[in-house]
């Protein structure tokens, strides 16, 4: 794997020579992650002229949630506790001899821009961007098989679940519970806070699990993820709870599974991250539901459950292959309730099949 991560910052080394700076500074977690193979906390990831350095407030532990660092790197522990590392990298890169450093702006605060400026006067700070984030959206097939452990992880933690009595269960507890069999499964934690939704909660967007409890005759809605080697899915699932569906439901649960199949269908390379919006979004606002659809139909997944690219109306930009990517159109109706349908899949070629459907949990609307 050292190779990977040193082929990686290779590509950032060039994109910063590019405009100019011979020194890039990476404090994004994510990014220090995908460039470094670990982020512990507080870590920064100095690319130097001379050579690339990993600061840390405080030794790497090996944790899986941290990741295992590139042993490529030189790691440079702060002598003081409260050291900030952004600062150290700023003047480590002075005494390396460089005259410019490329800084993640997004990521930084004011006051450490500030602290940065008063230990490097000299130094000019250039912006970044999101450079790092850009080669993060295509993934290798080492980060494509964690995301498919990770969806695997997280179908067995709703299988178990759909075999239980739900009925009288709080939406927290059954989050709670999810959440548990993630890691029995052998996540390394969930990819981001369990939404379990019923009644007039369901169908609602990444809902914040409450204690009412789950009744007859209600919709069921549950979002969840794995976290594996820091790689993340989502999947979004809406059942029925006890006795057959109204054939309002059917109805609601039918128009969304079609706008869904719709834009997992338009995942090919090359298709516009706009037209894939439009493919699921043109049903639902042609059924009467324009009002109240979410702003994107879905988005990137990988190191952060919430990557570029962006499946929205505006969106600019075109699929690569390999790129995983979650389709999740849904509607709610205040008062009564709704239906979400979320999977993560990857973008292939038609030649390989299409897109690739990892999280395989059945979109047939069961009564449980």
């Given at each position: 794997m050292s190779e990977v991560y040193t082929v990686r910052r290779g590509l950032l080394r060039d994109r910063c020579a590019a405009v100019g700076s011979a020194a890039a500074l990476v404090s994004r977690p994510a990014n220090v992650r995908y460039l470094a193979g670990g982020a512990p906390p507080g870590a920064v990831l100095l690319l130097g002229p001379v050579e690339d350095v990993l600061l840390c407030p405080r030794a790497p532990t090996g944790d899986p949630v941290q990741g295992h660092t590139d042993d490529q790197l030189r790691l440079a522990l702060l002598p003081a506790a409260d050291g900030d590392p952004v600062v150290a990298a700023a003047d480590l890169a002075v005494s390396s001899g460089a005259e410019s450093l490329a800084v993640e702006e997004?990521?930084?605060?004011?006051?450490?821009?500030?602290?940065?400026?008063?230990?490097?006067?000299?130094?000019?700070?250039?912006?970044?961007?999101?450079?790092?984030?850009?080669?993060?959206?295509?993934?290798?097939?080492?980060?494509?098989?964690?995301?498919?452990?990770?969806?695997?992880?997280?179908?067995?933690?709703?299988?178990?679940?759909?075999?239980?009595?739900?009925?009288?269960?709080?939406?927290?507890?059954?989050?709670?519970?999810?959440?548990?069999?993630?890691?029995?499964?052998?996540?390394?934690?969930?990819?981001?806070?369990?939404?379990?939704?019923?009644?007039?909660?369901?169908?609602?967007?990444?809902?914040?699990?409450?204690?009412?409890?789950?009744?007859?005759?209600?919709?069921?809605?549950?979002?969840?993820?794995?976290?594996?080697?820091?790689?993340?899915?989502?999947?979004?699932?809406?059942?029925?709870?006890?006795?057959?569906?109204?054939?309002?439901?059917?109805?609601?649960?039918?128009?969304?599974?079609?706008?869904?199949?719709?834009?997992?269908?338009?995942?090919?390379?090359?298709?516009?991250?706009?037209?894939?919006?439009?493919?699921?979004?043109?049903?639902?606002?042609?059924?009467?539901?324009?009002?109240?659809?979410?702003?994107?139909?879905?988005?990137?997944?990988g190191l952060e459950i919430d990557e570029d690219p962006q499946l929205a109306p505006a969106a600019m930009g075109k699929l690569d292959a390999c790129v995983p990517v979650t389709v999740e159109p849904g509607v709610h109706l205040p008062g009564r309730g709704g239906v979400r349908i979320d999977d993560t899949l990857v973008v292939r070629p038609e030649a390989d099949g299409g897109p690739e459907l990892l999280t395989i949990t059945t979109k047939e609307l069961l009564a449980l």
């Open positions: 997004h990521d930084l605060t004011v006051s450490r821009h500030r602290a940065m400026h008063a230990v490097a006067p000299r130094l000019r700070l250039a912006d970044l961007g999101a450079t790092v984030e850009q080669l993060r959206i295509v993934k290798d097939e080492e980060e494509i098989a964690c995301l498919r452990i990770a969806a695997e992880i997280t179908d067995q933690a709703l299988g178990e679940l759909l075999e239980s009595i739900l009925v009288g269960r709080t939406e927290r507890h059954l989050a709670l519970e999810l959440e548990r069999r993630l890691v029995d499964h052998g996540a390394d934690g969930p990819a981001f806070s369990t939404s379990v939704a019923t009644g007039p909660n369901s169908g609602q967007g990444r809902h914040r699990p409450s204690d009412r409890r789950v009744e007859e005759g209600d919709f069921l809605s549950v979002c969840l993820g794995a976290n594996y080697r820091g790689y993340r899915c989502e999947i979004g699932r809406t059942f029925v709870i006890g006795t057959a569906p109204a054939s309002w439901q059917i109805d609601l649960y039918d128009l969304v599974f079609a706008a869904q199949r719709a834009g997992r269908e338009a995942l090919l390379p090359g298709t516009a991250y706009r037209d894939v919006d439009h493919a699921a979004r043109h049903l639902l606002d042609s059924a009467g539901h324009g009002e109240c659809l979410a702003p994107w139909t879905g988005h990137g997944v």
